[in-house]
Structures are given as structure tokens and as C-alpha cells.
């Protein structure tokens, strides 16, 4: 059974600009997109900016609705039963916004729990359980504001985590990481995914969609212009994939071929 269904999904966005003397801008950032995802997988969103990965999560989560077509989370289309999609699915965000730099890692998750209308009662075993879950139990009564990167993109994924998800979003998760923290990020993802947890992430990094991925997507101007199984895939394939796909040069592949 799919965990999440786009059924040929179009999301446009319409904005007046300054000097448009009152006309109005469209933005056709998913243009009938069809794609399922099975429970449990791991789906990468590959694509340059612009191309749509960003509004396909919004899309999952129930922020954005489509235009046309249809998303089904778990049976529950974003539609017509939003707040049983909504609880279905946990957004892991780890900017600087997300926390309350002075409360700590566990004092964090049990006002974000409240948030979520989990009983109180429940609140402060379920923050302890979801630290445990991310290997953050020794950072527990650390401020937010002392955690380092990693610890901080692993906090954004224990809150995601409290309402017990069965689907798991990831914007760029290892952006700004260095390589031992992307590592144990990726170790850790993956231990979510083997419990029966869909994934899915958006990024722009050849070796964290091979070292995580399932599946890859590939999209352009809001297109769905491949997808690819990446078992055996090596980084140096899955970039000559992309870059024959979409055309473009991308950014990570231009830097991996430059030596050291």
C-alpha cells in the first residue's frame, strides 16, 4: 500500500509585484506531478531551486493545498481530511526560529508536545522517548541555544517526532553539517525508515541521497522528469543521471569534480 499519493498534483502561486501596475505574476510550481511513495521508503527530491521540492513537502505536511489533483497521506486526501493528514505527518525544522534558544533540548519538546495536544500526562515520556530515539538523551538539560549543528537538525527531528509520524519530512537535513555529523544524521534517518517510517527528503547532495535514498525524483520547473532506484547507484552515476535528465550543471556535482 502507498503512504503518500500525488495524483497529478498542480500548485501555482499568483503575486502582484510593485511595478506590475496591479498585474499579477503566476508561479506554476508543480505542474501534474503524479508520484507514490510505498511505507517505509526513502524518496529523495532532487532538482535545482526552483524546481518544486520544497512545495511537494508543504504539500504532504497539508501547509499548501494542490490546485488540481489530489494528495493522499496514508488514505487521507490533504483536501478533504486535513487534520487527519496533518497528524499523520511530522516536518522536521531545524532553523534558528524553531526553538527557544533558553529552554533546553527536553523543556523544548515538552511545549512543542503540549502543541501538539498530546495529553499531558504523556508529554515529558514522550520528549524523553524522542531524545532517546535521536541520540540526543546526553544534551537533554543543554539550552538550544549550547547544542551543536547536528544536535540541533537532531532535536528538529525528535520534535517531528513526538506525535509518532508515520511520515517524516526532511528539507536539506545535513546543510551546513560537516561530514561526521551528515554521517550519523544519515545513520539515524535510516533507523527511522526501517521501523516502517516514510521519508521524505528535499536536497541538492549526490551523496546523501545515495548514502539515504530508496528512490530518487527528479524535478525541473515543476516537473517530475525522472525517477530512479538507487540501489548500487554510485554518487558519480546518480550525477551523470542528473545532469543528462535535466541539462543543467549542477552546483555539488560542479564541486565534486574540482581536486582537492
Known amino acids: 500500500m502507498s503512504s503518500i499519493v500525488f495524483d497529478f498534483v498542480h500548485k501555482h502561486f499568483r503575486s502582484t509585484g510593485l511595478f506590475r501596475l496591479g498585474t499579477a505574476a503566476t508561479t506554476h510550481a508543480l505542474r501534474g506531478l503524479s508520484l507514490e511513495v510505498g511505507r517505509g521508503e526513502v524518496l529523495g527530491l532532487l532538482g535545482p531551486n526552483g524546481s518544486g521540492k520544497s512545495t511537494t513537502l508543504k504539500l504532504i505536511s ?44 527536553r ?28 541520540g540526543l538523551d546526553d544534551a537533554a538539560q543543554k539550552q538550544a541555544m549550547k547544542l551543536s549543528s547536528g544536535m540541533y537538525q537532531r532535536l528538529g527531528i525528535a520534535r517531528a517526532l513526538l506525535k509518532k509520524p508515520a511520515v517524516l519530512l526532511l528539507d536539506e537535513p545535513t546543510r551546513s553539517l560537516d561530514p561526521v555529523a551528515s554521517s550519523s544524521l544519515w545513520m539515524q534517518v535510516r ?25 530518487v525524483a527528479i524535478l525541473r520547473e515543476g ?35 574540482v581536486p582537492a
Open 107 to 134: 523543556e523544548n519538546l515538552d511545549f512543542f508536545a503540549a502543541m501538539e495536544d498530546i495529553p499531558r500526562r504523556e508529554c515529558r515520556a514522550r520528549a524523553e522517548s524522542t531524545l532517546g530515539e535521536v
Open 223 to 257: 516537473e517530475l522528469l525522472a525517477l530512479r532506484r538507487l540501489s548500487d547507484c554510485s554518487n558519480d552515476e546518480l550525477r551523470e543521471f542528473y545532469l543528462e535528465i535535466t541539462g543543467d550543471d549542477h552546483p555539488l556535482a560542479w564541486q565534486e569534480r
Open 191 to 215: 533507523k527511522l525508515s526501517s521501523t516502517g517510517i516514510t521519508v521524505v527528503l528535499a536536497t541538492h547532495n549526490f551523496e546523501e541521497a545515495v548514502a539515504l535514498c530508496d528512490r
Open 62 to 105: 497539508s501547509m499548501l493545498l494542490p490546485d488540481k489533483g489530489r494528495v493522499v497521506v496514508n488514505g487521507a486526501d490533504t483536501r478533504t481530511q486535513g487534520q487527519a493528514a496533518r497528524r499523520m505527518v511530522g516536518f522536521a525544522l531545524a532553523s534558528e526560529r524553531s526553538f527557544f534558544p533558553r529552554l533546553t533540548a
